[in-house]
């Protein structure tokens, strides 16, 4: 049996910070595809990519058409792929959307999509999340600064920083309906947290994170190394993130709804083995186990 080296170690007794072992951008420079040589330099660097028009106005309307007859569906919402929010018991976010629809599965087919993914990953991909988020306005909670891959590494076994995600947007985000915030160049630095994670740590951190969040100091260390990007956008810019980029959301407590649908597609290449430090594997709508690539 092969041991796979634990490159990034978490949830010890002591937050630790590792330098990143990994590429950004794993393609060749000159390999052909949607991003330009310029943009994929700037994700590099940065760990992130904004768009300003992802997917058409038209496009739009159709996705929002299918967010709502999703979280609108009884069936749906007792889905144990659905989340709700504490509170309101309003649906927060629906997950596995591409197996559920085929309306969001041609979406992650859609080169506009996959081609970006393929040209960051420098390979075949597949998907390892996808869900539609809904932030109703008057209070729908956020989500607290946190790494995806400190959780996918932890939780769901995925080995190395080969993990893009996109985050499209389905209504406008402004400055003032908790949109997503990323640190830009933290994707450089891994921050393992401090604390053991519980069994089906899942079904909590899904509503409010715990297990698996930095503490007040490292964060504001790395703010004031790195400073806080706020992104907004109309309906349909969409933002390309690397997995390792400290992010997180506020609560939205104004009247305006902020719905996307984000899709996280992992390389062929880094198929996800045992948890790193979890005592068992998440459910697999949350942390794939089909390695079977985007088509």
């Not at 400190?150 to 947007?169: F, K, Q, Y």
Request: proline share 6%.
């Amino acid at each position: 049996m092969t041991t796979i080296t634990d490159l990034y170690p978490s949830r010890g007794a002591a937050e630790v910070t590792v330098p990143r072992q990994d590429p950004v951008v794993w393609g060749a420079p000159d390999t052909p595809g949607p991003i330009s040589s310029l943009d994929l330099q700037s994700y590099e660097r940065d760990g992130f990519l904004a768009i300003e028009e992802l997917i058409t106005g038209d496009e739009v309307a159709v996705y929002r058409q299918e967010l709502e007859r999703l979280v609108n569906d009884p069936a749906i919402r007792e889905d144990e792929r659905s989340i709700v929010e504490p509170k309101s018991k309003e649906i927060r976010s629906v997950f596995e959307v591409h197996k559920i629809s085929e309306v969001f599965a041609k979406l992650v087919r859609d080169e506009r999509v996959v081609g970006r993914a393929r040209q960051i990953l420098g390979s075949d991909v597949y998907v390892h999340q996808s869900r539609i988020n809904v932030k109703p306005g008057f209070g729908a909670s956020g989500f607290y600064w946190h790494s995806d891959f400190e959780t996918w590494h932890a939780e769901d076994g995925l080995p190395n920083m080969r993990t893009v995600s996109v985050s499209i947007a389905l209504t406008e985000n402004y400055d003032t309906n908790g949109g997503l915030m990323i640190m830009p160049g933290s994707h450089r630095t891994f921050l393992g947290c401090a604390g053991a994670t519980p069994t089906d740590n899942y079904k909590k951190s899904l509503q409010m994170q715990d297990a698996g969040t930095p503490s007040d100091e490292a964060l504001t260390k790395m703010a004031s190394e790195y400073g806080i990007k706020l992104f907004t956008g109309k309906a349909g810019s969409a933002t390309w993130f690397d997995c390792n980029c400290m992010h997180g959301s506020g609560d939205n407590i104004t009247p305006f709804p902020r719905s996307n649908v984000f899709i996280v597609f992992n390389s062929v290449e880094n198929a996800a083995v045992e948890p790193f430090a979890a005592p068992v594997r998440r459910p697999t709508f949350i942390g794939s186990r089909d390695f079977t690539p985007v088509r």
